[in-house]
């Protein structure tokens, strides 16, 4: 019976995704490792299953692992310059021939009607074609880069035709030029160019070795994505998928996502999962943040009645929130709210309170608190408040880290005082804005 429940629980949670998903665009690029790993069959499922609940898919392929095992193979030597393999005229059909037979590899398996799953008899209409110009990347240092370039022009009209179709689209990291040329494309850069292109909902990077062994969910905004690529710390893959993961993000692509495939159904888990599952690089909390409405009461009590329990809050009624709908600033993602507060002003000074701050568990720590903070403290300076004021009984280190101040003289407005508390011993502290 738990399990019963489990799924149900499961199912009626992804709802909300499954309806939010239908008809965008993902690019989702698969590294050749994956490809060629025990967690492609599972991986395949999954692609069917988004292609059937009418999501657009365009799929890219890596090809670095098999191109490295032909050069190996025929005694050539790899060359490298900034990271980017040098591909000239001898090594180009060898290069070409790699790239081919992952594009031939990958297509079969999404052929094959996927025996033996719960997608078994499901068939994918797939596209490839010359969909992608590209350009030599020229001499770099003095380097002649050859046949290795970079994306010039993404046909996305053709593309997005396609999409409207029901088909899959597929590309190789190959680009062709308007004189016949054949270039090698970094696979990473052309999804990233693609998921650009086509304005798509979802960037996903599917490649073994970006967590460094760690499976834990986590967002990030493009800030804290510059600040991992100065870190030495971090994985050359996860820098290389960063840096293209902020160019999505600046160029209004709406999330990147970063899944390293230990977990069989890791897709699924990041894309209709409140936790999530990879790494999500989003500007989302910032576009999210919004002066909140009268429809938004019981999604601010739900996260409120936590902190309400353990005393972090004082208590208010629907109703007193109802009356101060007006001055709440709220954070939403996939439908919920997951962070609020109140900037409450005082009708006879130029004094506001702030009040309510609250942060889902699920996001503590990742900064919404700091954000909405700066988004009050901003509209109450244009305002003309020139002070703030809050009451707290365990959260003053954290308003004292952000500029505030204890005071023992403050005397609270006839308003407020009126609905204060002595016995919760609350501490009074001040800023100046």
Known sequence: MSNTQDYVQWFRGAAPYIKAHRKKTFVIMVSDEVIYSDRFVGLVHDIALLNHLGIKLVILHGSRSSIDSHFADNKLESRFHHNIRITDAATLPFVIQAINEVRTFFEAQLSTGLPNTPMSGSELSLVSGNFVTGMPLGVIDGIDMQHSGKVRDIKHDEINELLALNHVVLLSNLGYSRTGEVFNLPAEELAGKVAQALKADKLIYIQQGITNGEATASTLSASECDLMLQDPATPSELKSLLGQAIQAIQAQVKRVHLIDPQVDGGLLLELFTRDGYGIMVTNLF??????????????????????????VLVARSREQIELEISHFQVIEKDGMIIACIACIPDSSARTAEIACLAVHESYQGSGLGNQLLQIVEDRASKSGISRLYTLTTRTSHWFIEHGFVESRDFKLPEARLARYNPERGSKILLKSI
């Open 286 to 311: 910032y576009e999210g943040s919004r002066a909140a409405s009268i429809d938004d009461v019981g999604g601010i009590l739900s996260l409120i009645e936590p902190h309400e329990s353990s005393g």
